[in-house]
C-alpha cells in the first residue's frame, strides 16, 4: 500500500481518496446515486487494508464513504464487507 494514503492520527488511520474529477462532476457523475458508476478497485483494497491493519490490532473501525466515490455509498459499503468476507483468513 502507498504509505502516503495512510495518515495514522490519535484515532486510527484516514485513506484519503483523490480522483482528479471536480467535486460538480463527480456529483453530475453519480447522480441520481442510485448505482455503482465507477469501481475503485485500488480504493477498495486500500480500504480492505486498513480495516484488516485495525481489527488485527484489536482496534474499532469507522468508515465514512461518500456517494461521489463510486456513484452509492450504501452499495461501495456492500461491496467492501462483500469483499471483507470474501478475503478472511
Do not use: F
Amino acid at each position: 500500500m502507498d504509505s502516503r494514503l495512510v495518515q495514522p492520527n490519535a484515532h486510527g488511520a484516514t485513506a484519503p481518496y483523490a480522483t482528479e474529477t471536480s467535486y460538480e462532476a463527480a456529483k453530475k457523475r453519480a447522480e441520481p446515486y442510485n448505482k455503482i458508476v465507477g469501481e475503485l478497485p485500488d480504493m477498495r483494497l486500500e480500504t480492505l487494508i486498513l480495516i484488516k491493519d485495525a481489527v488485527r490490532n484489536n482496534r474499532q473501525v469507522y468508515m465514512l464513504v461518500n456517494n461521489r466515490l463510486e456513484g452509492n455509498a450504501p452499495l461501495t459499503v456492500q461491496a467492501l464487507t462483500d469483499l471483507l468476507q470474501t478475503t478472511e483468513s
